[in-house]
């Protein structure tokens, strides 16, 4: 039952990933600034960002199938690597607010926003470390019972 919440909730963060997505490349300037630190610049074209991300989140997103496919009888893993993906796409949410805030031209005090992308990167951390230890804790509990 429990794998089924996560897959409906993996599913509409997909939904959610591709539509904000769309909404930031409806708002991105024909040249997308990636990175502007000193006298290095880096740039790529709004299509080929938009291809860039998109094929990133098509292959992330694609891996709960492929896990599916080999982990056919672990359920609590497969849930697990669910929340994995939902959690990677929580960080491509975030970072495409960013990039496109970057590129908007507004000045911005980007200090004030940083504890959200370092928080859906610790939350990312957090749920991979996850499986480890429920792994441990349920082969500990399994060990006394028997």
């Known amino acids: 039952m429990l794998l089924k919440i996560f897959k409906a909730?993996?599913?509409l963060s997909i939904l959610v990933t591709l539509?904000?997505?769309?909404?930031?490349?409806?708002?991105?300037?024909?040249t997308v600034i990636i990175n502007d630190r000193g006298a290095s610049l880096v740039s790529v074209s709004r299509e080929g960002f938009f291809?860039?991300?998109?094929?990133?989140?098509?292959?992330?997103n694609v891996l709960v199938y492929m896990v599916s496919y080999v982990f056919r009888k672990e359920v609590d893993f497969r849930t697990w690597f669910h929340g994995?993906?939902?959690?990677?796409?929580?960080?491509?949410?975030?970072?495409l607010h960013f990039v496109s805030?970057?590129?908007s031209g507004?000045?911005?005090?980007?200090g004030r926003i940083d504890f959200i992308i370092y928080g859906s990167i610790a939350l990312f951390v957090l749920w991979a470390l996850g499986w480890p230890f429920?792994?441990?804790?349920?082969?500990f509990i399994y060990k006394q019972l028997v």
């Open 101 to 103: 805030l970057f590129n």
């Open 134 to 139: 429920y792994s441990v804790y349920k082969n």
């Open 84 to 95: 994995l993906v939902v959690t990677l796409n929580i960080f491509f949410i975030i970072s």
């Open 51 to 60: 291809y860039m991300i998109t094929a990133v989140i098509a292959f992330v």
């Open 9 to 11: 909730i993996w599913f």
């Open 19 to 30: 539509a904000n997505l769309l909404y930031v490349y409806a708002s991105l300037p024909e």
């Open 106 to 110: 507004e000045k911005f005090d980007y």
